[in-house]
Each structure stands twice: as C-alpha cells, then as structure tokens.
C-alpha cells in the first residue's frame, strides 16, 4: 500500500527549504570565513595523521550547458583550458597536501560539470595528481555524461582505480530533452550503460529529474519503464530546482510548460511508487537502490550518512575538496571554493587556499546537524541521540520542538512518543519539512528564497 497525498497537504507543505547534505546549510555561511580559517581547520586535521578522509573533486567542463542545469558547470572555449584548469587543481592540491600530508582517502568523488568531457591524457593526469599526493582506497566513484563517453572510456576508468559510476539521464522523452537542451538519445545512454557493465563497475547509477518541462505522468512513466529496463543499481530522481534568479541560463525555460506543483508532486509519487514496485528501496530523499546494494543494506542497519556528495555507508568523515565551487568540512569546519573558474584560478595563482566562504560550528550547530542528519538518513529520531549530546536530550536541547512537531503528527506526517519520533510512509515525501523543525537558521526566515521547494 502506498501513502496518499492530497492537494490540500501539499499546498500546507509545499514551500522553499534545504536538502541538508550539511547542516547549517551553505546560505548559513560567511564570507568572514576565509583561507587562513580553513588552514586552520587543516592543521587540526594534520594532528590526527590517522584520521581517514573523504575527496572530492569538481571538474567543471562540459560540451555545451544544458537549460535546466543547476549545477557549477563551465563550457571551455578550447580543450586547453582544461589542461589550465589541471594546472590550477595540481596547485592547489599542493597547497591541501603541504598541511595535511599524504592522508589515506577511503571515499573520492569526481563531480561536476562532467568529469568525462576530459579526453584520456586529461583523465589519466588528474588521477595522477590525487594518486601520488594521497593513498587510495574504497568508494571511487565519479559523475558522466553519456553523450561525452567514448566508447572505451568506462574501460579506462575502471583501469585508473574508479569503481562506482552515475551516469546522467533527465528524462528519455525527445520533446523534454528540447525543452531543457539535452537531446540524449536513447541508444548513447544504453551504449554507455552497456559498457559500464562491460568493464565491470561495481556500482552504476543513473540521475533522473522530475518536473522537468512538458513532463506528464505518462511521458515520466515511460521513462522510469525505460531506467527499469537498465536495471542499474542506484537511480538518483532529484526534484527539478527552477532557480533562474541564481541560474539565469534557466530562464529559457518557459515556466509555462514547468508542471504545476500538485503535478509535480505527483511525478514525484508516481516515481516512488513505480521504483518501489519494481524492487528497489527508497533511500532518504531522492535515491533508490537495489535491496543488495551497500546503501539499502547500510539503510536497513541504521548506518547511513550524509554529507555533500548525498547518502553514503561511511560514517561522516572529514571531506577535502578541491576545484572551483568545492565544498569541504574538516574538523567541524565548512568551506567553499570560488564558484567561478576564473576567480578560483586567480585564488590559487596567487599561493593561497582559494576559500571564498564558510562557517566554523558552534556546539549548537554540531548538536543540531547530528539531530537533521540522522533524521534525514534514519527516519526517525529518538530523544536521546547518542551521537548529538551524550546524556541530553532533544527536547531539552531545542526550545519550543514539541510545539512545532505537534502539527506534523496531526497531519500524520509523524508519530511522536517518549522515545521520540518516527516518520510515516506519509511523511517521507515531507521529510524536508520536519529536518526543518530543527533549523536553527530558518526561524528567522531570512535564507527561505534561495532555496528551491520541498516536494
Ligand atoms: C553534474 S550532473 C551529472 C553529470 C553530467 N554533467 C550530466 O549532466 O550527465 C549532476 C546531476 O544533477 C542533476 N541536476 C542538474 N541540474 C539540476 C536542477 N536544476 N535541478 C535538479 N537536478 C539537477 C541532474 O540529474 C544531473 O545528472
Ligand atoms: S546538467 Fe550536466 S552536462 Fe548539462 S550543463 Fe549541467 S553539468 Fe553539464
């Protein structure tokens, strides 16, 4: 049986809010967090030589910018600014690596832009840098394009060390993928599935968006018949963020042919619900995964994390960042890097850490950040967190909870008892709403508009 939402819910819930991979959440940072800041947090890290990290690695470039796209992508003028752009990455993992030596990474990920838009000298030399600066091992996994993959590409990525791959489909129907300018046919994505599994990764994934352009239930179905029949071992369906304010390349995009957001929602269910019936496990917000898979397995044994690359088994570790737009978190302290190419260049040109903001964590926020986190991985939270305040109790520790959370129970999104409080089949599609209750940042309404919506 699957939960029902009614237009009416949905309207009472359907507002602005966070994903929280971190807490406090990046609108919370400062730009009074700077460099010397984070190689502070560094050198806390280099004290702890034993300490194992997490890596991750934006590689922005891509063939061309699709409509729709969120992310911090950058499309070169020529193939050579992305030697330029190695040339940067290679300083500045100089600059990380001189602090904190040469760390054990059990986790790196290459996101982007598209890390495969790099021909196979580029691919080589960027492992190349990480792997003689750091010792690799476990989860390496790193985001492709389909459309950008040579037909032998998985086959060298396998070769270099990477065996988790997640792949970017969107939607498979052709008058979406105009819409949002990605045509993508149908035999690029199963050729490059193909070879994926020819070359033996562990894991595939593959990306798809819902409230997309043009998309209706029956459109979306046929999609995620499509993705089914591809049967890969983790999908990502990510709620489509129409920001043009902060992405104007968005603004192409008609709103008039975006679904409404009742429709939206229901492309959202209708996701959850055909996924679910066809085997896999819904896993916190957006991913899906097959009940074998790492992430299902960690899920059922409460032992799944969070941080910014999504959900993951390992228990939170320090994360390294490098390139433009990285987010890190060390030793209780976040940081980004200069958004744009140019300006993270010229930051690490000039010798320094190009860090542009950040935050360094009260025990409030620890507290609360251990209370989200495991709320958005667990599905429920009890009073007595161990891993927020050992002997304390949530209650006592955010004034007022009980009277935000009353609510949520009467419209059955939770329920709530001396030990604390579970989520409903109802409420995991408002999961978002109730991490929220927890936010310090969001009472004073202040960082609501730059968020894209709940559901
Ligand atoms: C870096 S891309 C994946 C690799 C490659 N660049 C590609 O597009 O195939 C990361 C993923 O973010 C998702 N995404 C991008 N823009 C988005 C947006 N505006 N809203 C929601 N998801 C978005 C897409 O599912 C996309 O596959
Ligand atoms: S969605 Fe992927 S391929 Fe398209 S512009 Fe964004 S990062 Fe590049």
Partial sequence: ????????????????????????????????????????????????????????????????????????????????????????????????????????????????????????????????????????????????????????????????????????????????????????????????????????????????????????????????????????????????????????HQAVIDPATLPSSWERFALYQQAVETLSDAGYVWIGLDHFARPGDDLAIALGERRLHRNFMGYTTRPSLDMLAVGNSAIGEVCDRFAQNATLVGAYEASVASGDLPVVKGLRLTDDDRFRRAVILHLMCNLELPWDLPAALPGRSVLDLVPGVMDQLAPLAVEGLITLDDAGLQVTALGRYFLRNVAMVFDAYLATGEHEPRYSRTV
């Avoid at 940067?88 to 030596?101: I, K, N």
């Fill in 1 to 248: 049986m699957h939960a029902r939402v009614t237009p009416e819910l949905l309207q009472r819930l359907d507002r602005p809010g966070p994903r929280y991979t971190s807490y406090p959440t990046v609108p919370a940072w400062t730009a009074a967090f700077g460099p010397a800041d984070w190689r502070a947090a560094l050198i806390d890290l280099a004290s702890q030589p034993r300490r194992e990290v997490s890596l991750y690695v934006h590689l922005p470039y891509c063939v061309k910018r699709c409509h729709y796209c969120g992310c911090n992508a950058a499309i070169p003028e020529r193939r050579a600014d992305v030697d330029r752009y190695l040339d940067h990455l290679e300083r500045e993992l100089d600059l990380v690596a001189a602090v904190v030596g040469r760390r054990k990474v059990v986790q790196m990920h290459w996101g982007g832009g598209t890390p495969n838009f790099q021909t196979d000298a580029q691919l080589r030399r960027t492992w190349s840098l990480i792997a003689d600066r750091f010792e690799l091992t476990g989860e390496i996994s790193l985001e492709c394009d389909p459309r950008a993959g040579r037909a032998d590409q998985p086959h060298l990525l396998r070769e270099l060390g990477f065996n988790r791959i997640s792949l970017g489909v969107q939607d498979f129907d052709p008058r979406v993928q105009d819409a949002i300018g990605r045509r993508q046919p149908e035999q690029v994505t199963r050729r490059f599935v193909a070879a994926c599994r020819a070359a033996r990764f562990e894991s595939v994934n593959l990306d798809l968006v819902y409230g997309l352009p043009h998309q209706t239930p029956a459109v979306f179905g046929e999609s995620l018949q499509k993705v089914i029949d591809l049967a890969p071992d983790r999908l990502a369906v990510f709620g489509y963020a129409h920001v043009p304010w902060a992405k104007p």
